[in-house]
């Protein structure tokens, strides 16, 4: 009897090492809500006024493109303003021959990305118009586009994941002559926000439209 007991715990034991690891996609098409758009624009002269009046004219001619583009100029703001005296740097080498370099950046935030995106296809309006850019920092990258109603979408798409594992754990089941019991142990993921168009070199802050993806694990047991 008592031989009997000791083999009938192994067993049980052994039978709650059954178990089946299974995952659970869900995927979303979305598009991004907030648009942040850094402006560089730069300026040089001798004259520390006369390179002044032209970064003023610069930020005047970003303002009515803008505006133009159906953009509020209220939305841009004046982010960062640099000025350099080539003459002051000891590292320089040489005759400098524009004294005074002035660097403005403007930010423009916006709830309509859609219109950021047209805009910044027309930025060679700028340049038309005797404005010299700045490709630096931000602004080398254009438009960053941001998603941010994340938490509209997790309760639906933990569901759909979740019941996705189990339908894979059912059909291993199936499969192996066995019934599903009950969840072992159970991984939510973690949510990414992917660039629509996954290939080398796109980056998912640049593109309007993205994917949202979470990956659910679950381990559920096997029965007999």
């Known amino acids: 009897m008592a031989g009997w007991f000791v083999c009938y715990g192994f067993l049980k034991c052994r039978a709650t090492d059954r ?26 002269d001798d004259d ?24 509020d ?13 080539r003459l002051a740097d000891p590292y320089r080498s040489g005759p400098a021959q524009s004294r005074y370099i002035i660097t403005q950046t403007v930010m423009v935030r916006s709830k309509e990305p859609q219109t950021i995106a047209r805009a910044s296809q027309a930025v060679g309006e700028l340049v038309d118009a005797g404005v010299i850019l700045s490709a630096t920092g931000m602004a080398y990258n254009g438009p960053t586009f941001l998603f941010t109603r994340l938490n509209e979408f997790k309760p639906e798409m933990i569901a759909e994941a979740t019941a996705e594992a189990r339908r894979a754990a059912e059909q291993f089941a199936q499969d ?30 640049n593109q309007l439209d993205k994917t949202l993806r979470v990956v659910s694990t679950v381990e559920y047991f096997l029965e007999d």
């Open 19 to 44: 178990y089946v690891t299974v995952k659970g996609i869900s995927e979303r098409d979305v598009q991004a809500d907030i648009a942040l758009w850094p402006l560089s624009f730069v300026a040089t």
């Open 48 to 71: 520390l006024e006369k390179a002044q009046q032209t970064i003023r004219y610069n930020h005047q001619q970003v303002l009515a493109f803008l505006e133009r583009h159906g953009i």
């Open 73 to 85: 100029p209220a939305m841009a703001e004046v982010q960062k303003l640099d000025v350099k005296d």
């Open 176 to 205: 192996s002559g066995s019934r599903l019991g009950g969840i072992r142990r159970a991984n939510q993921g973690v949510f990414v926000i992917l660039a629509r168009d996954r290939a080398p070199g796109i980056i998912e802050e």
